[in-house]
Structures are given as C-alpha cells and as structure tokens.
C-alpha cells in the first residue's frame, strides 16, 4: 500500500489549511464545473499526500463528501476519477475510522467502484481503488465485505488485477483487497 500524491511542502501548515478549506468551498460552490473539480481532486490528492494534519483537515472541512460528490456529478472523467480516488486512498490510510466510515457511509465504495469499473485501462485508478478498498473491508470488516461483494466488487477487482497483471502495484493491491473480501 503507498500514498498517491506529490509532495509540495513549501508552505505553512497555517497556509495550507485555509488553502485546503479554500479549495473546498470552491468545489462546493461550483459543483459543475469540471475545471474546477479536476483542479480541486488533485490539490485534495496532493495534500493528502503530505500530512496526517492534512488529512485531518480535508476530513473535516467534508473534503471526503466533496470528493464523493464530484465523483459522482463528473462519471466518466479520468482524471477526476485519478485524484479523488487517490486523494480517498490517502485518507482511509490513517487510523481515523470516522474518515473509513464516512467513506463508507457517504456511498464512497459505490463511486469507487465504479470508477473502477468505468476506467478498466488506467492502472492508477486500479491501485488507488483496490488500496482503499482493502483499508475500507479492514476497517468494518463485515459490513463493509458485504458491501464490496453486493455491489459487484469481486468481480470488478478480479477483472483490474487481470487487466494490469504486469502492474505489482496493482497486483498486490488487488490481491490485498480480494483476500480481505
């Protein structure tokens, strides 16, 4: 399991929370626009690259619910599809079971999912997906299992992990995820 992200980590970490609430508010005012979404997923995949105190901060500034919101408005963009999916992955790699629950609970192994399904030949979106998946079926463990499984999941992961068989990052993120399933 890694991180998805460049690290950018010139400014303060007073700069760069109110530069995170900012891009928030931004996506959340102007749900629409693809530019706009596009740009704030891979600012949100940056930062939650760099820090748990930004991960925190996208958590609760509902950095989680914006990114599961653009997913679900802009289907079918890869580069949205990218760095949400990245920038969900980072998140659900800290501890916090209230950012793996909110995922889980705002519909994010749905729009994962189909993600997944909807990008079949990008290898990123493979390995960001199949990470948060393993993180998320580790977390809640039965309900989240069932989840994965009733919505297509098996299959959807099998078919990635077949699709990139010469990606290890793939590979062993999918294995990862199929064997917590």
Request: proline share 2%; net charge negative; glycine share 6%.
């Amino acid at each position: 399991m890694g991180n998805a992200g460049i690290s950018s980590s010139s400014s303060t970490c007073s700069e760069t929370y109110h530069e995170i609430e900012a891009a928030i508010a931004l996506m959340e005012s102007n749900p629409k626009s693809k530019a706009i979404q596009q740009d704030g997923c891979r600012k949100l995949m940056n930062w939650s690259f760099e820090s748990t105190t930004n991960r925190n901060t996208i958590s609760a500034a509902d950095g989680i619910e914006t990114l599961i919101l653009t997913m679900r408005t802009h289907t079918n963009e890869v580069l949205i599809d990218e760095n949400a999916c990245g920038a969900l992955m980072n998140i659900s790699q800290d501890s916090d079971t209230d950012a793996r629950s909110r995922i889980i609970r705002n519909g994010g192994v749905e729009v994962l999912l189909y993600a997944l399904q909807n990008n079949p030949s990008h290898p990123r979106i493979g390995e960001y997906v199949c990470v948060t998946l393993w993180i998320l079926s580790d977390a809640a463990p039965e309900t989240t299992c069932h989840r994965i499984m009733n919505v297509g999941g098996i299959e959807s992961i099998t078919f990635c992990l077949i699709q990139h068989i010469d990606d290890v990052r793939v590979v062993e993120n999918a294995c990862g995820a199929l064997i917590s399933l």
